[in-house]
Protein backbone atom coordinates (compact mmCIF):
# COMPACT_ATOMS: atom_id res chain seq x y z
CA UNK A 1 0.00 0.00 0.00
CA UNK A 2 2.65 2.58 0.82
CA UNK A 3 4.67 2.00 -2.07
CA UNK A 4 1.30 2.63 -4.49
CA UNK A 5 0.54 5.63 -2.78
CA UNK A 6 4.28 6.77 -3.03
CA UNK A 7 3.99 5.53 -6.63
CA UNK A 8 0.81 7.70 -7.42
CA UNK A 9 2.56 10.29 -5.28
CA UNK A 10 5.29 10.48 -7.89
CA UNK A 11 2.60 10.32 -10.44
CA UNK A 12 0.84 12.78 -9.95
CA UNK A 13 3.88 15.40 -9.09
CA UNK A 14 5.82 14.35 -12.61
CA UNK A 15 2.29 15.86 -14.20
CA UNK A 16 3.93 18.99 -13.49
CA UNK A 17 7.24 18.46 -14.58
CA UNK A 18 6.96 17.88 -17.91
CA UNK A 19 10.08 19.31 -19.78
CA UNK A 20 12.25 21.86 -18.72
CA UNK A 21 10.26 24.59 -20.10
CA UNK A 22 9.71 26.10 -16.76
CA UNK A 23 12.25 28.00 -16.99
CA UNK A 24 10.18 30.98 -15.87
CA UNK A 25 9.99 29.19 -12.31
CA UNK A 26 10.96 31.58 -9.46
CA UNK A 27 9.33 34.02 -7.34
CA UNK A 28 9.60 37.74 -7.89
CA UNK A 29 10.89 38.26 -3.82
CA UNK A 30 13.86 35.76 -3.28
CA UNK A 31 16.82 36.42 -3.16
CA UNK A 32 17.65 33.15 -5.24
CA UNK A 33 19.71 31.44 -2.83
CA UNK A 34 16.68 29.37 -1.46
CA UNK A 35 14.67 28.62 -4.80
CA UNK A 36 14.35 25.29 -5.40
CA UNK A 37 14.14 23.97 -1.66
CA UNK A 38 10.77 23.58 -0.79
CA UNK A 39 10.03 24.60 2.55
CA UNK A 40 7.27 23.63 5.80
CA UNK A 41 6.00 27.19 6.81
CA UNK A 42 6.56 27.48 10.46
CA UNK A 43 3.37 27.18 12.21
CA UNK A 44 1.63 30.66 12.34
CA UNK A 45 0.22 32.49 15.21
CA UNK A 46 -3.06 33.64 15.33
CA UNK A 47 -3.32 36.15 12.63
CA UNK A 48 -4.05 39.59 13.70
CA UNK A 49 -5.54 42.36 12.52
CA UNK A 50 -2.62 42.92 9.90
CA UNK A 51 -1.36 39.50 9.42
CA UNK A 52 -4.45 39.68 6.99
CA UNK A 53 -7.16 40.77 4.09
CA UNK A 54 -9.48 43.06 4.89
CA UNK A 55 -12.06 40.64 4.50
CA UNK A 56 -10.99 37.25 5.49
CA UNK A 57 -14.03 35.01 4.89
CA UNK A 58 -13.73 36.23 1.22
CA UNK A 59 -10.51 35.60 0.94
CA UNK A 60 -10.58 32.64 1.87
CA UNK A 61 -12.88 31.59 -0.20
CA UNK A 62 -11.18 33.32 -3.18
CA UNK A 63 -8.04 30.94 -2.53
CA UNK A 64 -10.12 27.93 -1.96
CA UNK A 65 -11.91 28.71 -5.35
CA UNK A 66 -8.81 29.88 -6.84
CA UNK A 67 -6.88 26.43 -5.92
CA UNK A 68 -9.37 24.09 -6.65
CA UNK A 69 -9.97 25.71 -10.73
CA UNK A 70 -6.03 25.52 -11.09
CA UNK A 71 -5.83 22.01 -10.10
CA UNK A 72 -9.52 21.26 -12.14
CA UNK A 73 -7.97 18.78 -15.23
CA UNK A 74 -11.09 20.75 -16.75
CA UNK A 75 -9.95 24.14 -16.36
CA UNK A 76 -8.59 26.15 -19.88
CA UNK A 77 -5.24 26.92 -19.81
CA UNK A 78 -6.19 30.61 -20.53
CA UNK A 79 -7.65 30.46 -17.03
CA UNK A 80 -4.86 28.57 -15.17
CA UNK A 81 -2.61 31.35 -16.42
CA UNK A 82 -4.70 34.03 -14.50
CA UNK A 83 -4.70 31.89 -11.14
CA UNK A 84 -1.05 31.55 -10.73
CA UNK A 85 1.63 33.89 -9.68
CA UNK A 86 3.27 35.46 -12.51
CA UNK A 87 1.14 33.22 -14.84
CA UNK A 88 1.77 34.72 -17.89
CA UNK A 89 5.92 33.59 -17.62
CA UNK A 90 4.20 29.95 -17.01
CA UNK A 91 1.87 29.79 -20.10
CA UNK A 92 4.07 26.91 -22.19
CA UNK A 93 3.94 25.13 -18.97
CA UNK A 94 0.41 25.22 -18.35
CA UNK A 95 -0.02 24.79 -22.10
CA UNK A 96 1.58 21.63 -22.08
CA UNK A 97 -0.33 19.78 -19.42
CA UNK A 98 -3.41 20.16 -21.04
CA UNK A 99 -2.74 17.11 -23.22
CA UNK A 100 -0.70 15.18 -20.31
CA UNK A 101 -3.23 11.87 -19.23
CA UNK A 102 -2.29 12.00 -15.72
CA UNK A 103 -3.14 15.78 -15.22
CA UNK A 104 -6.07 15.25 -16.68
CA UNK A 105 -6.71 12.92 -13.10
CA UNK A 106 -5.14 15.71 -10.86
CA UNK A 107 -6.97 17.76 -8.63
CA UNK A 108 -6.84 19.21 -5.15
CA UNK A 109 -8.70 19.40 -2.26
CA UNK A 110 -8.01 22.59 0.05
CA UNK A 111 -8.16 21.98 3.60
CA UNK A 112 -6.84 25.03 5.08
CA UNK A 113 -6.01 28.27 4.25
CA UNK A 114 -3.70 30.78 6.91
CA UNK A 115 -3.17 34.16 6.32
CA UNK A 116 0.41 35.46 6.87
CA UNK A 117 0.00 38.62 5.74
CA UNK A 118 -2.82 41.21 3.81
CA UNK A 119 -1.08 39.29 0.83
CA UNK A 120 -0.21 36.10 1.46
CA UNK A 121 -1.38 32.98 2.86
CA UNK A 122 -0.49 29.33 3.50
CA UNK A 123 -2.56 26.73 2.16
CA UNK A 124 -2.79 22.86 3.35
CA UNK A 125 -4.50 20.56 0.74
CA UNK A 126 -4.74 17.52 -0.86
CA UNK A 127 -3.04 16.20 -3.76
CA UNK A 128 -5.49 13.75 -5.51
CA UNK A 129 -5.21 11.21 -8.70
CA UNK A 130 -8.22 9.83 -10.24
CA UNK A 131 -9.92 10.73 -7.10
CA UNK A 132 -7.92 8.54 -4.03
CA UNK A 133 -5.48 11.33 -2.07
CA UNK A 134 -2.02 11.05 -3.76
CA UNK A 135 -0.22 13.86 -1.46
CA UNK A 136 -2.23 14.00 2.31
CA UNK A 137 -1.55 17.81 3.83
CA UNK A 138 0.64 19.16 1.57
CA UNK A 139 2.05 22.91 1.74
CA UNK A 140 1.64 25.27 -0.16
CA UNK A 141 1.51 29.11 -0.59
CA UNK A 142 -1.35 31.60 -2.14
CA UNK A 143 -0.83 35.06 -2.85
CA UNK A 144 -2.53 37.95 -3.93
CA UNK A 145 -1.28 39.71 -7.07
CA UNK A 146 -2.88 41.54 -9.39
CA UNK A 147 -6.39 41.87 -6.68
CA UNK A 148 -6.63 37.87 -7.35
CA UNK A 149 -5.59 35.40 -4.97
CA UNK A 150 -2.76 32.82 -6.98
CA UNK A 151 -1.33 29.59 -6.51
CA UNK A 152 2.05 31.03 -5.83
CA UNK A 153 5.01 29.84 -8.51
CA UNK A 154 6.89 28.33 -5.19
CA UNK A 155 4.08 26.02 -4.76
CA UNK A 156 4.09 24.94 -8.58
CA UNK A 157 8.16 24.47 -8.67
CA UNK A 158 7.79 22.57 -5.11
CA UNK A 159 5.68 19.97 -6.47
CA UNK A 160 8.01 19.59 -9.97
CA UNK A 161 10.80 19.35 -7.24
CA UNK A 162 8.79 16.40 -5.55
CA UNK A 163 8.56 14.47 -8.90
CA UNK A 164 12.47 14.67 -9.38
CA UNK A 165 13.26 16.88 -12.04
CA UNK A 166 15.41 19.22 -12.41
CA UNK A 167 13.91 22.20 -13.79
CA UNK A 168 15.56 25.63 -14.46
CA UNK A 169 14.57 28.64 -12.52
CA UNK A 170 12.72 26.39 -9.96
Known amino acids: MVLKR ?84 MAPVLGAFAGDKNAQQTSVKVKEVTFTSPTGADVTYDLLVAGNTALPDAKGTSVLQNDTWKVSVKTLCGLVQVSGATVPGC
Open 6 to 89: RATAFAAAAVLALTPVVAGCSDDGGSGSDQGTPTVPPVPSAPTGSDRPADPAAAEAEVTRNWTAFFDPKTPAAERVKLLENGES
